[in-house]
């Protein structure tokens, strides 16, 4: 695969009050794996890239354990809908809604992301 | 909510039901089935503070099932069907003249139809002393969280009666971490179910599992202490136990007073006297379930009797028409009390007349069968203790004289007893599933007839298999058999993304040669799965797949290589196995389980300088737990350096090779095992399979490396080596049959290399060794046919295969170590590799660490403002 370090500063940035916060590089992104990141608050997220690129974002907490390990799931989808399982117990979070699969009483906050080459930062 | 006097209406007749146990919840089930509550109003006085729920299912509370997990009532059942119900408010009195009800509350209903169905309360044996703190019974949810409570403070505890119920408990009591004593005074436990042969193989196994069993002695007195809490139990003969706790388990008794107070008849052992409609002798007066003595003279203390009842009263209600009403019922159960099977059916005891018995006793495995067999030869009933797999297929024949001789019936497998008989054996008639009184008719039915085309489906339908679940294995092979022969094909694919089962991915990959997961999805994917992000269930399966035919097919044979890094579950992905904080544990090979000293010390010694939580494993080996991800790569620099490598121990991979000390020092060996387990463990590891692999040598017959446990065994003989293959401990434990004899080592290992690949390449996803032997067809003898004697021409290539893995074989931390894009991965945070992971923190146990989950407990927790490290 072209993971060749490209460096051309590809940022991958989530939407958090209202202003993009630039989390990684997407070369620090497997497609079909995630990462957990802090944000300024402490908060703990998890960021995922997709195979066609695309990259999104929930909580890293698993609601069914407690545990901060949400980024280390497996992606998959489900029709055209992608999700994360959870490396622990194995329920399903759709990755753009937060919504469990499995359960749907539960749900983790999902967090508008987007990769951006950094030219075209000026997103307020 | 119902004004108070409220008369019943010529319209809407009323019917009230005291008493919403399990019987009661399927009394309304059975009054929504025949739209009763679309014209009657039907008023629900319960006395427990909570709706229906599973009490057979009671002591799976312990075991992490809340209470709402065990409510039998569906979300939203009582307003869907105007049901009224009235929690924590029980029936007090029953004027029959006025045909009403009194509840405790004040509330007065008037009715048209009354149905009892109250249930029974536990005995308690009028022991001095009985009512002490720290005395309990053991009936309701409320019971359970009282004993959980005081238990906290108690170190042992003691159950009066060993009975199906007083079993339960006792296993409850030892979950809680009680040294628990079980006080029976019949001659044996669970004397109403099994014989004395069935007793004794079920006392042997309670207790090798630490329990204490007094048995034909009674409890006298329980003594307290000062505070009024019990601390001794005095016993019939003299002796006495040290206990702080008592359940008492001593029977139960039919709930029949509100019946006796309106002068309606009850038995003179007790329980509402019914007739064959479930009539008490007031017609307007229904009991039904545990407080009913039904028509046959017998008050029915299971729930499939009183489900039975449920339906005829419903009936009744319904004036529906049925042509038989309850006479009697089976009391056939199975159950596994404290993990160990028993089950008992039909006729049990051979009380017919002329009927012969046939036994088959294991006393070293603790299993008894016993099979009662009529003049006529047909099968009466039987006891089942310690493997009760047979019991599906045993009570529906029950009754029929069985399609083969009865004591292939009782012999183990691999005993020279024929394939077990299926269920496509058994006769329409036949009942499979006993809770809700199913007949294998009714199932195929429900897919030939109702289009039902999915097990779930099927159970929705016909109620089968959502009891106590004992039938679900004889269900679901019918159900598929059924819609095979209906021509419908039965998915058997992997998952949402492939219609191909593991062993035909594996021969695709093979022979195409396909390295890549999305390349497989794209082009051998569901239509409407590819190009998708694939699922949880292929990703791994594809991964371990391309694994295990690396060397072979050219694929990169480090887990971690490009595309193989995104297939891994998160074990195989951070090489450790994930604990429930979200650290990681550690396992480095230790071979046949020799170490030097050493190489103890370093062990030691990175424990010691990362705080890890050091355990000796069931494997042999040493498992170091609580490492952070960020820390994985530094231990791990240090353990290789010691000349450590990776156990394998997230992996489904070969695990550990066990072995005893053997020839070298031990009086009885007669060869080198902990050589030979060496060998086999450096041949194998690495090894990637469907499941984890397992193996033993042991030195002598003596077995002490437990080899026959293995998914591969080996036994020393003076001539060299026994092959034992398709052994599993676990939930499900079967032991190792003979593969081959007296092998010298070269033709042991290739027989094992075959026997290996073999099983890779045709196994299902998560499928031990034991469940593949189990399933293929022709079991042990094919495998035989194929490894050994190569009616399939395979083994030059299986032979091959195993050569390449053995060539290519690298240890995957030693290669992870030496490459800094492989070691990037290994941070908490992708933002701020440097910060440690705040959620991850222990707290003392033992002299040692454990997970600190409080911290996990809340929606959120206050951590440090990392501000700034975002931007990098
Ligand atoms: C550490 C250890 C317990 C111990 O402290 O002794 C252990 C720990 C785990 N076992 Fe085990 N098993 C351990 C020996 C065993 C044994 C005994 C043996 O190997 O002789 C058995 C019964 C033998 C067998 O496998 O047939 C055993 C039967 C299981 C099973 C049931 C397998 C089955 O086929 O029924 C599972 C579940 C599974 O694999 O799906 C399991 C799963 C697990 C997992 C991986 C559960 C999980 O997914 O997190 C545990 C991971 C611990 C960790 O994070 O490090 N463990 N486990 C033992 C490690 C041995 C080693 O050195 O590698
Ligand atoms: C731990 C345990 C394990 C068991 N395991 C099995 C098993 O494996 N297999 C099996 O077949 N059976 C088993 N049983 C027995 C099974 O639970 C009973 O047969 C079944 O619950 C009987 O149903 P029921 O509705 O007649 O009585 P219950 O379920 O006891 O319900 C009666 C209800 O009526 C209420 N009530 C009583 N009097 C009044 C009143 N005056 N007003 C209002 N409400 C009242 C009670 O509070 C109770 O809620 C087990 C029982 C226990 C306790
Ligand atoms: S028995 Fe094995 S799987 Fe179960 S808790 Fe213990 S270590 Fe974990
Ligand atoms: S026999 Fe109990 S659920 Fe079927």
Redo the contacts with the bound molecule.
């Keep these: 695969m072209t993971m060749a370090p490209e460096r051309i500063d590809v940022r991958v940035e989530l939407l958090i009050d209202q202003r993009w916060f630039a989390v990684c590089d997407l070369s620090d992104l497997i497609p079909g794996r995630g990462v957990a990141a802090l944000l300024p608050d402490g908060t703990q997220v998890a960021v995922f890239l997709d195979r066609t690129g695309q990259a999104y974002a929930i909580d890293n907490r698993d609601p069914f354990t407690g545990a901060y390990v949400l980024s280390r799931g497996l992606l998959g989808s489900l029709g055209e809908r992608p999700f994360v399982a959870s490396p622990l117990l194995k329920q399903r979070f759709d990755l753009e809604t937060g919504r469990c699969l499995d359960d749907e009483g539960v749900a983790v906050q999902a967090y508008a992301a987007r990769t951006n080459d950094g030219v075209s930062a000026q997103v307020a | 909510m119902s004004a108070p006097n409220s008369a019943p209406t010529a319209t809407a007749p009323t019917i009230v039901l005291v008493g919403h146990g399990m019987v009661g919840q399927r009394f309304l089930e059975g009054l929504v089935e025949r739209g009763v509550t679309e014209r009657a109003r039907v008023v629900v006085l319960c006395e427990e503070p909570r709706p229906a729920y599973d009490r057979v299912q009671l002591t799976s509370y312990f075991s992490g099932r809340t209470a709402e997990d065990l409510s039998l009532v569906e979300d939203g059942f009582m307003a869907r069907h105007g049901i009224e119900l009235h929690l924590g408010d029980p029936a007090e009195h029953i004027d029959r003249a006025a045909r009403t009800v009194t509840a405790r509350s004040g509330l007065t209903v008037a009715y048209d139809s009354l149905v009892l169905a109250t249930g029974s309360y536990p005995f308690v044996p009028p022991v001095p002393g009985k009512d002490s703190r720290g005395c309990f019974v053991y009936r309701t949810i409320e019971d359970l969280l009282e004993i959980e409570e005081y238990a906290k403070n108690c170190s042992s505890g003691t159950v009066v009666g060993g009975g199906l119920l007083g079993l339960e408990a006792a296993g409850a009591l030892k979950g809680l971490g009680l040294t628990t004593h079980i006080v029976e005074f019949n001659p044996r436990l669970m004397a109403i179910q099994v014989d004395e042969g069935g007793g004794a193989a079920l006392r042997r196994t309670v207790e090798d599992m630490g329990l204490v069993v007094h048995t034909g002695v009674g409890g006298k007195e329980i003594t307290a202490n000062a505070d009024g809490a019990v601390s001794a139990m005095a016993l019939s003969d003299g002796s006495s136990i040290d206990t702080d706790l008592v359940i008492f388990s001593a029977g139960v008794r039919p709930r029949d007073q509100l019946a006796r107070d309106c002068g309606l008849t009850v038995g003179e052992r007790g329980g509402i006297a019914v007739d064959e409609r479930c009539r008490t002798s007031d017609p307007a007066v229904f009991a039904i379930g545990e407080c009913a003595l039904a028509a046959d003279g017998r008050v029915y203390g299971l729930v499939a009797p009183g489900y039975e009842m449920a339906v005829v009263a419903a009936d009744e209600i319904a004036e529906a028409s049925r042509e038989s009403g309850f006479t009697g019922a089976d009391t056939s159960t199975k159950l596994k009390l404290l993990g160990v099977d028993v089950a008992s059916f039909g006729d049990a005891h051979g009380t017919a007349e002329g009927c012969l018995d046939v036994v088959y006793a294991d006393s070293r495995a603790g299993v008894y069968k016993k099979l009662v067999i009529g003049a006529d030869g047909a099968l009466l009933g039987g006891v089942l203790v310690g493997d009760a797999e047979s019991y599906g297929m045993l009570r529906p024949l029950t009754g029929s004289v069985p399609p083969v001789a009865p004591e292939q019936l009782v012999l183990p497998a691999g005993l020279g007893a024929p394939a077990a008989i299926g269920p496509s054996a058994l006769p329409d008639e036949a009942v499979i599933c006993n809770c809700h009184n199913v007949t294998k008719g009714s199932i195929r039915s429900a897919v030939t007839d109702h289009q039902c085309a999915t097990v779930p489906e099927v159970k929705k339908c016909t109620k089968a298999g959502t009891g106590c679940g004992s039938c679900l294995k004889a269900l679901t092979t019918l159900v598929n058999d059924e819609l095979e022969a209906s021509g419908v094909s039965v998915d058997k694919g992997l998952c949402g993304c492939f219609s191909y089962t593991r062993a035909e991915l594996y021969e695709i990959v093979r022979t195409l040669r396909i390295t890549s997961y999305a390349a497989l999805l794209d082009s051998h994917g569901r239509d409407e799965a590819r190009s998708g992000n694939g699922c949880e269930v292929c990703k791994p399966t594809v991964a371990s797949i391309i694994a295990s035919l690396a060397p072979t097919v050219g694929a990169s044979g480090y887990v971690l290589d490009g595309e193989q890094a995104a297939l891994q579950d998160t ?1 195989d992905h951070f090489l450790a ?3 429930r904080n979200g650290s ?2 550690i ?1 480095p090979r230790i071979p046949g389980g020799e170490i030097t000293p050493e190489k103890l010390i370093v062990i030691g010694e990175v424990a010691r300088d990362f705080g890890l939580y050091t ?9 170091l ?1 609580g490492a952070r991800v960020d820390q994985l790569p530094p231990i791990w620099a240090r353990l290789v350096a010691a000349g450590f490598e990776s ?1 394998h ?2 992996g489904k991979a070969l ?2 090779v ?1 072995s005893c000390v053997g020839q070298t020092w031990c009086r009885y060996g007669v060869q080198d095992s902990v050589r030979m387990a060496i060998d086999l463990e450096l041949r194998y590891r690495g090894l990637r399979s469907p ?2 692999l ?1 193996s ?1 040598v042991s030195g002598c017959a003596r077995e002490c490396a ?1 080899a026959r ?3 591969f065994g080996v036994i020393a003989t003076s001539n060299g080596w026994n092959l034992y293959v398709g ?7 079967r032991h190792a049959d003979l593969l081959a004899q007296d092998l010298d080592d070269e033709q042991l290992i290739r027989l094992i290399d075959r026997f290996l690949m073999f099983y890779i390449r045709t196994a299902d996803r ?1 499928e ?1 060794t ?2 593949w032997l189990e399933r293929i067809e022709g079991g042990l003898d094919h495998v035989r046919d194929v490894v050994v004697d190569d009616s399939l021409g395979l083994c030059a290539e299986l032979e091959a295969l195993m050569a390449d893995h053995v060539a290519g074989y690298r240890d995957e931390w030693a290669e992870t170590l030496e490459d800094p894009e492989r070691l990037r991965r290994f941070v908490s945070f992708v933002n701020a590799p440097g910060a440690p992971d705040p959620t991850v923190k222990f707290v003392p146990e033992r002299d040692q660490v454990k997970p600190d989950l409080t911290i996990l407990s809340g929606p959120s927790i206050p951590v440090r403002t990392l501000e700034g490290t975002a931007s990098r």
Excluded: C, W
């Excluded at chain 2, 052994?727 to 434990?733: I, K, V």
């Design positions: 074990n196995n994930l604990q990681y544990s396992v355990k000796i494993t069931g494997g042999q080996r040493i498992d737990f156990g121990a997230y695990r550990t066990k499941h984890k397992k033993a437990e446990g293995k998914d052994g599993n401990g676990g939930a499900d434990p998560l031990r034991s469940a």
